[in-house]
């Protein structure tokens, strides 16, 4: 009965599905999907190597706080980072009297509440604050970019495919639309002339929709002067604030890395043992013979019952 | 327990006796996981799934307890939670990624103990009742996993929820009143998050109540094991403890190894990026997938596209939930006495094509939605129904097994009998040897 009612309802299943596969089969042959301008000329982020990758990351102290110096000068003017504390600077190198400063001359001040009169205020931050957003909420950050809401970046390099990959590759991204060509010679606006990025937004193949509301932040070499005498090209800022992005994402990577390997060691260690227990208990289980005739168990427990009424003693 | 040469428990100390004739639990953990216990000798590592689901479990639980005390289930607040987790909780970081990455790890495990279930029949008598526990556990743990999966209330958090909670608006007329019934709500919220964390935190320890009852089923008739010839006398078995535990130690070194090299230097290779973007309803994620563990089923949710007779969706959420009943129907499906695929040669052909067939759902069920991951899904759909509803039960009547081995010790030790002495006969003299032997 379970078979025959399991058949019926597998006849069904398969039924509607052909069905479903014929219907959809000819409908995309009928009216093929267009191609979209998305799948011609959007780009996977570029190759660039960072310190924190593979196993063995690290952070490059230097090139993270040169990252920070770049959110400092260009991004948090409108880019919260609203899961880090001024306190954590302490792990990039910074001594507790620069964090002190840090966070005293930050541009931003902090909302309070006027202790005396309760009105709404600001006071400077401290190292206990996180980093105070440049806009009080949404809709001033939206009144003040176009309509456009500048994403927190705490958890950028985690939120997006290809991580502090794409953002490097989004920031170094920005391309004139006008005569832009992709890997197989297509000219964008030849093919797609209707996807002629509008005004207020910028052509970057590197974005999903290809046009970001975001206006190139990094334009020139030497936009900021790094305190260690790197120089500052495009694509190195690009790079370092990449960088600092990945640390703000997870400013327990180097932790988690270590931890592993120490994980790792021990795991393996006690897999060793674990096998070796193992086989050797498993050795003899394979090997033991059976004992027949004389040595047999039972029988040498009645040939030793036999002695013992007779009086044989051993 | 299970078989007559089971040993009884004896205790060694004057204090276990005493508390052995109070409550006899040290009586049943020997009987259960114990030299009590006998086994047959002959198992492959495909066996040590069962205590890894096991250890899964208790490693969810544990985690799940600690982040609980610092998750708030509130809609404003949770992604928040979440992130203090990450970064300011001591350890949190840890926790949190044995958490995420563990229910992949217990899902990954499931997936191997069912298909070992499938290839060496487990699900056949006298077993059945230990099959379909299994099933309810795989239930469980899939309703477990996707609320587990709301409460960082993340972008794919809130829309797979949204998805999820919309199968029921599927079926006519009730659908709609009950989902709004089930979230409390229009739209996934307060409310849902609030019982999605309640439930959350209650389905694991039902769980372990099935998972009590599966190892008790398990225990009357004994384990499988990959000859699929019934245990006959104590020469094929060998006692749990310590064969088993040594066996099951070295196999819990290797999954905790690979499961650390997750947790420690891939911790995001199995999430989606979106669920790091706190849940917003107004801005619908470009591509809503679920976890991989559930992609073969969202592949054949989404293969349904014509309405027939039912509507789409119907037909997509009903062949869902079938392709998960279907499993507990398998013994009768499956008439064939043979159970090890060893032995089944033209079943183990669909075996083999029904995981080719699994996996090609996965890749669909992950895939951007083009005619032709459509069409590929549409008829791996079919195939999966195919075999179990129509190939299964025709293969079992018409084909013909192998020779099967005449016991279990014959087929480990090649006919050489006078090696396959049973455990605790070959050191000679020793006291615990079998009366077996007097005969």
Redesign the interface.
Request: net charge positive.
């Given at each position: 009965m379970v078979r025959i009612i399991g058949f019926f309802i597998g006849l069904g299943f398969v039924g509607v599905l052909l069905l479903s596969l014929i219907v959809n089969g000819v409908d995309s042959i009928k009216n093929p999907p267009p191609a979209t301008a998305e799948e011609e000329f959007h780009l996977g982020a570029k190759d660039v190597r960072f310190a924190s990758d593979g196993a063995f990351g690290r952070f490059d102290r230097e090139q993270v706080q040169r990252g920070f110096q770049i959110y400092k000068e260009v991004c948090s003017a409108c880019h919260s980072l609203k899961y880090v504390s001024f306190y954590q600077l302490k792990d990039l190198g910074y001594n507790e009297a620069e964090v002190k400063a840090i966070a005293n001359q930050w541009a931003i001040e902090v909302p309070t509440v006027n202790p005396e009169t309760g009105e709404p205020s600001t006071r400077k931050a401290l190292i206990s604050d996180r980093f105070p957003s440049p806009y009080a909420n949404e809709t001033a950050a939206r009144a003040a970019n176009n309509n456009a809401l500048p994403p927190d970046l705490s958890l950028i390099t985690e939120s997006r495919e290809g991580g502090a990959h794409y953002v490097y590759s989004l920031l170094t991204g920005y391309r004139n639309q006008q005569g832009y060509r992709n890997a197989k010679g297509q000219e964008l606006l030849k093919e797609f002339p209707d996807v002629k990025t509008p005004a207020g937004l910028h052509f970057n193949p590197y974005f999903a929709n290809l046009n970001i509301a975001m206006p190139p932040p990094l334009t020139s070499d030497g936009q900021v002067t790094f305190a260690d005498g790197t120089k500052s090209t495009v694509d190195q800022m690009a790079k370092d604030v990449s960088a600092f992005l990945v640390w703000t994402a997870e400013p327990t990577l180097e932790n988690r890395h270590r931890a592993g390997w120490v994980t790792m060691l021990f795991l393996l260690t006690a897999t060793v043992l674990a096998y070796l227990a193992y086989r050797n208990l498993w050795a003899n289980a394979k090997r033991e013979v059976s004992v027949r005739g004389p040595l047999e168990p039972a029988f040498r427990e009645r040939m030793n019952e036999q002695k013992a009424e007779r009086g044989i003693a051993g | 327990m299970s078989f007559a040469w089971a040993k009884p428990y004896e205790p060694t100390s004057p204090f276990m006796k005493w508390v052995d004739e109070r409550l006899p639990v040290p009586r049943l953990v020997y009987g259960a996981i114990g030299g009590g216990y006998p086994v047959p000798?002959n198992l492959n590592y495909f066996w040590n799934f069962g205590v890894l689901a096991g250890l899964a479990l208790m490693i969810q639980i544990i985690t799940g307890i600690v982040l609980a005390m610092h998750y708030y289930s509130y809609a404003g607040g949770a992604f928040?939670s979440v992130?203090r987790i990450?970064?300011d909780v001591p350890a949190g970081?840890?926790l949190r990624?044995v958490h995420q990455n563990g229910a992949s790890f217990f899902f990954a495990i499931i997936y191997i103990h069912i298909f070992r279930g499938l290839f060496y029949g487990s699900y056949k008598a006298p077993r059945e009742m230990v099959w379909m526990l299994g099933v309810t556990i795989y239930l469980l743990m899939m309703a477990t996993a996707f609320m587990g999966y709301v409460l960082p209330w993340g972008q794919m958090s809130y829309w797979g929820a949204q998805v999820i909670t919309g199968f029921f608006s599927a079926i006519p007329v009730v659908g709609e009143p009950l989902r709004i019934f089930l979230l409390g709500g229009y739209a996934p919220d307060q409310a849902a998050l609030t019982r999605f964390f309640s439930l959350h935190y209650l389905l694991p320890f039902i769980i372990a109540a099935v998972t009590i009852l599966k190892i008790w089923a398990l225990h009357i008739p004994g384990s499988s094991n990959p000859t699929g010839v019934d245990v006959k006398d104590e020469k094929d078995t060998?006692p749990f403890h310590?064969?088993y535990t040594?066996?099951d130690?070295?196999g819990?070194?290797?999954a905790?190894?690979i499961f650390?090299?997750f947790?420690?230097?891939l911790?995001?290779s199995l999430g989606h990026?979106?669920n790091?973007?706190e849940a917003n309803p107004l801005v619908t994620p470009?591509h809503i997938v679920p976890e991989w563990y559930f992609w073969p089923f969202y592949a054949i949710l989404r293969?349904?596209?014509?309405d027939?007779i039912l509507p789409?969706k119907l037909?997509g959420v009903l062949?869902m939930f079938?392709a998960v009943l279907?499993l507990f129907?398998l013994t009768?499906?499956d008439?064939s006495p043979v159970r090890s695929s060893s032995y089944r040669p033209v079943y183990k052909i669909f075996f083999w094509v029904l995981v080719a067939d699994i996996i090609v759902l996965g890749y669909v069920g992950q895939a951007h939605i083009?005619?032709l991951n459509?069409?590929l899904g549409?008829?791996a759909?079919?195939y999966y129904?195919?075999h179990?509803?129509?190939i299964l039960?025709l293969v079992s009547k018409f084909e013909r097994p192998l020779p099967l081995p005449n016991s279990i010790s014959e087929s480990v030790l090649h006919g050489e009998?006078?090696?396959?002495?049973?455990?605790g006969?070959?050191t000679?003299?020793?006291t615990t040897?079998a009366?077996a032997?007097?005969e």
């Open positions: - | 000798r928040d992130e990450m970064r970081w840890v990624y060998l310590p064969f040594a066996k130690g070295f819990i070194g290797v905790l190894l650390s090299i947790i420690f230097f911790p995001y990026p979106d790091y973007i470009a293969s349904f596209t014509v027939f789409a037909w062949a079938s279907v129907f009768w499906l008439r083009t005619p459509v069409a549409q008829v759909s079919a129904f195919l179990f509803l129509i039960p009998k006078q090696e396959s002495a049973p455990f006969l070959a000679t003299g020793s040897a009366p032997a007097a």
